[in-house]
C-alpha cells in the first residue's frame, strides 16, 4: 500500500542522517512506498552528498518525476558510498534519465541502478548509453519496462562494445524489435518482438562472444528459419548453457536444426522449447541428438505435439543417454503408447530425476506401465501425472509401486477424479513409504472418508511434509479426522484444505490440534465458511502455538469478531508471519483492533486485508501502523 512520509518525515530523517556517522556494516535506507514529496527529496540529497555510510537508497513506489531525477542525479556525483540505488516503479521520463545519465559519468561507486516501469523510452536509453561508455563501476542495470525502441536498443549496444563492467542489463518487456536486436549480444530479450532477421545479426555476435552462458528470446517471432541460424552458432559457441526459445513457432523444421546443433555442441546444459508446435518429426530429431550429446540436462517440450510417436523416439534415447536429468512433456498428447515407451526407458535409464506428463491423455495401462517401471527405478524423484485419465487399475498399480520405490519424494495427482479411491489405495503406501515428501491430491472428490483413510497414514508416516487437498469435498467429519492425525504427527509442514466444506466445526477441530502440533508451518483454509467462532478457536490456538507461519483464512466469513480475537492472539504469539484475511466481512473495528496489535506484535509482515466491509476510519489507522511499523498491509 502506498503511503506519505511527507515532507517534514524526509527532513527529519535528513537529520537524523546528518547525525548518524559511524555504523557498523552497511547502511540501508528503504523508503519504497512512501512517498516524501519535493522538499524532502532535497533534504536528503544535500545529506547524502556527505553521509559516510549509506551504501542502499530504495525509493521504489515513490512517485519521483524529472524533477526529483535532477536532485538525486547532483548527489550521485558527490556521494561516495552509495552502491545500489533503486528507483523502479516511478514516473522518471526521458529527461530524468539524462540527468541521471550525466552523475554516472563521474560517479564510481553506484553498481546496481533500477530503472524499471519508468518511462525513460529511446532518449532516455541513448543518455544512459552515452554513460555507459565512460562508466566503469555499474554492473547491473534494470531497464525493464521503459517504453525502449529500436533506437535505444542499438545504443546501448553500442556502449556495451566498449564498456567492460556491465554484467546485467535487463531489458524485458520493452519494444527493441528486430532491428534492435542487431546489435544486442548479452541481454534477457523475453518479449521484444525480435523476428528471425534479427536473429541473424544476434547469431553474428554470439559467434565471437565469449561471456554470455543464458540466452532468453521466449515470446519473439523468431519461427524455424531464426531457430535454424541459432543452430549454427550452437555449432562452434562454447560458452552458452541456458538456451530459451518458448513461444517463438519453430515448429519440426527448428526442432530438426536445433537437433542437429546439439550433436556436437558440448556445453549447452538447458534448452526450452515450450509452446512451439514442434510435431513427432521434431521430437525425433531431438531424441537422435540425445544419444550422442554428453551435456544436455534439462530439455523442456511443454505444451506441443510430440504425440505417441515422438515420446517414443525420446523413450529410446532414454535407454542410452546418461546426463538428461528433467523431460518436460506436459500436454503433449502422448496418450498411454507414449507413457508404456517411457516406462521402458525408465527400468534402464539411471539419471532422470523429473518427469513432467501432466494433461497428456494417459489411462490404466500406461499408468500400470509406469509403476512397474517405479518398482525398480532408483533415480526418478519427481513424478507428474495431473489431469490424465488413470483410473482404479492404475491407481492401484502405482500404490502397489510406492510401496518398494524408494526415491519418489514428489507426486502429483490432481484433477484424476479417483474419489476416496485414491486415499485408500495411497494410504497403505503411505504407512509403509519411506520416501515420499510431497503428495498432492487436488480436485480428486475424495470427501471424508478419503480424508479418514489419509489421517489414519498420517498417524505412523514420518515423511511426508506437504499434502494438498484443496476441492475435495471435505466436510467438518475429514477436518476432525486430519486434525487428529496433526496431534501425533511430527514431520506434515504444510496443509491445504481450501475450497473444501469443513465450515465451524473442522475449524475448531483444527485449532485445538495446532494446540499441541509443533511442526505444521503452513495452514490454508481459505473459502471454508469457518466464521468467527472458527476464527476465535484458531485464535486462542496461536496463543500458544509456535511454529505456524502462514496462515490462510480468505474468504471464511470472518467479521469483527474474529478479527478481533485473532489480533488478540497476534499481542502474544511471535511467529506468524503471514495472515491473509482477503474476501471477508472484517469492518473498521476489526481493522483497527488488527491495526492496535501491530504497534506491539514484531514478528508478522504480510496482512492481507483486501476485499473486506473496511471503511475510512479502519483504513487510516491500518495505513498509520503500516507507516509506523514497515509492514506489508494490502487494503
Same mark, same amino acid.
Given at each position: 500500500?502506498?503511503?506519505?512520509?511527507?515532507?517534514?518525515?524526509?527532513?527529519?530523517?535528513? !537529520?537524523?542522517? *546528518?547525525?548518524?556517522?559511524?555504523?557498523?556494516?552497511?547502511?540501508?535506507?528503504?523508503?519504497?512506498?512512501?512517498?516524501?514529496?519535493?522538499?524532502?527529496?532535497?533534504?536528503?540529497?544535500?545529506? =547524502?552528498?556527505?553521509?559516510?555510510?549509506?551504501?542502499?537508497?530504495?525509493?521504489?513506489?515513490?512517485?519521483?518525476?524529472?524533477?526529483?531525477?535532477?536532485?538525486?542525479?547532483?548527489?550521485?556525483?558527490?556521494?561516495?558510498?552509495?552502491?545500489?540505488?533503486?528507483?523502479?516503479?516511478?514516473?522518471?521520463?526521458?529527461?530524468?534519465?539524462?540527468?541521471?545519465? !550525466?552523475?554516472?559519468?563521474?560517479?564510481?561507486?553506484?553498481?546496481?541502478?533500477? =530503472?524499471?516501469?519508468?518511462?525513460?523510452?529511446?532518449?532516455?536509453?541513448?543518455?544512459?548509453?552515452?554513460?555507459?561508455?565512460?562508466?566503469?563501476?555499474?554492473?547491473?542495470?534494470?531497464?525493464?519496462?521503459?517504453?525502449?525502441?529500436?533506437?535505444?536498443?542499438?545504443?546501448?549496444?553500442?556502449?556495451? *562494445?566498449?564498456?567492460?563492467?556491465?554484467?546485467?542489463?535487463?531489458?524485458?518487456?520493452?519494444?527493441?524489435?528486430?532491428?534492435?536486436?542487431?546489435?544486442?549480444? &548479452?541481454?534477457?530479450?523475453?518479449?521484444?518482438?525480435? !523476428?528471425?532477421?534479427?536473429?541473424?545479426?544476434?547469431?553474428?555476435?554470439?559467434?565471437?562472444?565469449?561471456?554470455?552462458?543464458?540466452?532468453?528470446?521466449?515470446?519473439?517471432?523468431?519461427?524455424?528459419?531464426?531457430?535454424?541460424?541459432?543452430?549454427?552458432?550452437?555449432?562452434?559457441?562454447?560458452?552458452?548453457? &541456458?538456451?530459451?526459445?518458448?513461444?517463438?513457432?519453430? %515448429?519440426?523444421?527448428?526442432?530438426?536444426?536445433?537437433?542437429? /546443433?546439439?550433436?556436437?555442441?558440448?556445453?549447452?546444459?538447458?534448452?526450452?522449447?515450450?509452446?512451439?508446435?514442434?510435431?513427432?518429426?521434431?521430437?525425433?530429431?531431438?531424441?537422435?541428438?540425445?544419444?550422442?550429446?554428453?551435456?544436455?540436462?534439462?530439455?523442456?517440450?511443454?505444451?506441443?505435439?510430440?504425440?505417441?510417436?515422438?515420446?517414443?523416439?525420446?523413450?529410446?534415447?532414454?535407454?542410452?543417454?546418461?546426463?538428461?536429468?528433467?523431460?518436460?512433456?506436459?500436454?503433449?498428447?502422448?496418450?498411454?503408447?507414449? /507413457?508404456?515407451?517411457?516406462?521402458?526407458?525408465?527400468?534402464?535409464?539411471?539419471?532422470?530425476?523429473?518427469?513432467?506428463?501432466?494433461?497428456?491423455?494417459?489411462?490404466?495401462?500406461?499408468?500400470?506401465?509406469?509403476?512397474? /517401471?517405479?518398482?525398480?527405478?532408483?533415480? =526418478?524423484?519427481?513424478?507428474?501425472?495431473?489431469?490424465?485419465?488413470?483410473?482404479?487399475?492404475?491407481?492401484?498399480?502405482?500404490?502397489?509401486?510406492?510401496?518398494?520405490?524408494?526415491?519418489?519424494?514428489?507426486?502429483?495427482?490432481?484433477?484424476?477424479?479417483?474419489?476416496?479411491?485414491?486415499?485408500?489405495?495411497?494410504?497403505? /503406501?503411505?504407512?509403509?513409504?519411506?520416501?515420499?515428501?510431497?503428495?498432492?491430491?487436488?480436485?480428486?472428490?475424495?470427501?471424508?472418508?478419503?480424508?479418514?483413510?489419509?489421517?489414519?497414514?498420517?498417524?505412523?508416516?514420518?515423511?511426508?511434509?506437504?499434502?494438498?487437498?484443496?476441492?475435495?469435498?471435505?466436510?467438518?467429519?475429514?477436518?476432525?479426522?486430519?486434525?487428529?492425525?496433526?496431534?501425533?504427527?511430527?514431520?506434515? @509442514? @504444510?496443509?491445504?484444505?481450501?475450497?473444501?466444506?469443513? %465450515?465451524?466445526?473442522?475449524?475448531?477441530?483444527?485449532?485445538?490440534?495446532?494446540?499441541?502440533?509443533?511442526?505444521?508451518?503452513?495452514? *490454508?483454509?481459505?473459502?471454508?465458511s469457518i466464521g468467527d467462532n472458527g476464527a476465535q478457536a484458531l485464535s486462542e490456538a496461536l496463543k500458544t502455538n509456535s511454529t505456524l507461519t502462514t496462515l490462510d483464512l480468505v474468504a471464511t466469513t470472518i467479521g469483527d469478531v474474529g478479527a478481533q480475537a485473532l489480533s488478540e492472539a497476534l499481542g502474544t504469539n511471535s511467529t506468524l508471519t503471514t495472515l491473509n484475511l482477503q474476501s471477508?466481512?472484517?469492518?473498521?473495528?476489526?481493522?483497527?483492533?488488527?491495526?492496535?496489535?501491530?504497534?506491539?506484535?514484531?514478528?508478522?509482515?504480510?496482512?492481507?486485508?483486501?476485499?473486506?466491509?473496511?471503511?475510512?476510519?479502519?483504513?487510516?489507522?491500518? %495505513?498509520?501502523?503500516?507507516?509506523?511499523?514497515? %509492514?506489508?498491509?494490502?487494503?
Amino acid at each position: 500500500m502506498s503511503q506519505k512520509i511527507g515532507t517534514e518525515g524526509a527532513q527529519a530523517l535528513a !537529520e537524523a542522517l *546528518k547525525a548518524l556517522k559511524t555504523i557498523e556494516g552497511p547502511a540501508t535506507l528503504d523508503l519504497q512506498d512512501y512517498g516524501i514529496g519535493n522538499d524532502g527529496d532535497q533534504a536528503l540529497s544535500e545529506i =547524502l552528498k556527505t553521509n559516510l555510510i549509506l551504501t542502499t537508497l530504495d525509493l521504489q513506489r515513490k512517485e519521483i518525476g524529472d524533477d526529483e531525477a535532477q536532485v538525486l542525479a547532483e548527489t550521485l556525483k558527490t556521494n561516495l558510498t552509495l552502491i545500489t540505488l533503486n528507483l523502479g516503479i516511478n514516473q522518471i521520463g526521458s529527461e530524468g534519465a539524462q540527468v541521471l545519465s !550525466e552523475a554516472l559519468k563521474t560517479n564510481t561507486t553506484v553498481t546496481t541502478l533500477n =530503472l524499471q516501469s519508468n518511462s525513460i523510452r529511446d532518449n532516455g536509453a541513448q543518455a544512459l548509453s552515452e554513460a555507459l561508455k565512460t562508466n566503469y563501476t555499474l554492473t547491473t542495470l534494470n531497464l525493464q519496462n521503459n517504453s525502449i525502441g529500436p533506437n535505444g536498443a542499438q545504443a546501448l549496444a553500442e556502449a556495451l *562494445k566498449t564498456n567492460s563492467s556491465l554484467t546485467t542489463l535487463d531489458l524485458w518487456g520493452n519494444s527493441i524489435g528486430s532491428s534492435g536486436a542487431q546489435t544486442l549480444t &548479452t541481454l534477457d530479450l523475453l518479449t521484444n518482438s525480435i !523476428e528471425s532477421t534479427g536473429i541473424l545479426a544476434l547469431a553474428e555476435a554470439l559467434r565471437t562472444n565469449s561471456t554470455l552462458t543464458s540466452l532468453s528470446l521466449g515470446n519473439n517471432s523468431i519461427e524455424g528459419n531464426g531457430a535454424q541460424v541459432l543452430s549454427e552458432v550452437l555449432k562452434i559457441n562454447t560458452t552458452l548453457t &541456458t538456451l530459451n526459445l518458448q513461444s517463438n513457432s519453430i %515448429r519440426d523444421d527448428g526442432a530438426q536444426a536445433l537437433a542437429e /546443433a546439439i550433436k556436437t555442441n558440448y556445453t549447452l546444459t538447458t534448452l526450452d522449447l515450450q509452446s512451439n508446435s514442434v510435431g513427432p518429426n521434431g521430437a525425433q530429431a531431438l531424441a537422435v541428438a540425445l544419444k550422442t550429446n554428453p551435456t544436455l540436462t534439462t530439455l523442456v517440450l511443454r505444451t506441443n505435439s510430440v504425440g505417441s510417436n515422438g515420446t517414443k523416439a525420446l523413450s529410446d534415447a532414454l535407454k542410452t543417454n546418461s546426463t538428461l536429468t528433467m523431460l518436460d512433456l506436459w500436454g503433449n498428447s502422448i496418450e498411454d503408447d507414449g /507413457a508404456q515407451a517411457l516406462a521402458e526407458a525408465l527400468k534402464t535409464n539411471t539419471t532422470l530425476t523429473a518427469l513432467y506428463l501432466q494433461d497428456n491423455l494417459i489411462g490404466d495401462s500406461g499408468s500400470v506401465a509406469l509403476s512397474e /517401471a517405479l518398482k525398480n527405478n532408483s533415480s =526418478l524423484t519427481t513424478l507428474y501425472l495431473k489431469r490424465n485419465s488413470i483410473w482404479y487399475k492404475g491407481l492401484l498399480a502405482f500404490s502397489e509401486a510406492f510401496k518398494t520405490n524408494t526415491t519418489l519424494s514428489i507426486l502429483d495427482l490432481r484433477g484424476n477424479l479417483f474419489k476416496d479411491k485414491i486415499a485408500l489405495e495411497l494410504s497403505a /503406501a503411505l504407512k509403509t513409504k519411506s520416501t515420499l515428501t510431497t503428495l498432492d491430491l487436488q480436485f480428486n472428490l475424495i470427501g471424508d472418508n478419503g480424508a479418514w483413510v489419509l489421517s489414519e497414514a498420517l498417524k505412523t508416516n514420518f515423511t511426508l511434509a506437504t499434502l494438498d487437498l484443496q476441492n475435495n469435498l471435505i466436510g467438518p467429519n475429514g477436518a476432525q479426522a486430519l486434525a487428529e492425525a496433526l496431534k501425533t504427527n511430527m514431520t506434515l @509442514t @504444510t496443509l491445504d484444505l481450501e475450497y473444501n466444506s469443513i %465450515r465451524e466445526n473442522g475449524g475448531l477441530a483444527l485449532a485445538e490440534a495446532l494446540k499441541t502440533n509443533s511442526t505444521l508451518t503452513t495452514l *490454508k483454509l481459505g473459502r471454508n465458511s469457518i466464521g468467527d467462532n472458527g476464527a476465535q478457536a484458531l485464535s486462542e490456538a496461536l496463543k500458544t502455538n509456535s511454529t505456524l507461519t502462514t496462515l490462510d483464512l480468505v474468504a471464511t466469513t470472518i467479521g469483527d469478531v474474529g478479527a478481533q480475537a485473532l489480533s488478540e492472539a497476534l499481542g502474544t504469539n511471535s511467529t506468524l508471519t503471514t495472515l491473509n484475511l482477503q474476501s471477508n466481512s472484517i469492518g473498521d473495528d476489526g481493522a483497527q483492533a488488527l491495526s492496535e496489535a501491530l504497534k506491539t506484535n514484531s514478528a508478522l509482515t504480510t496482512l492481507n486485508l483486501q476485499y473486506n466491509l473496511i471503511g475510512f476510519n479502519g483504513a487510516q489507522a491500518l %495505513r498509520q501502523a503500516s507507516q509506523t511499523t514497515k %509492514r506489508d498491509i494490502q487494503l
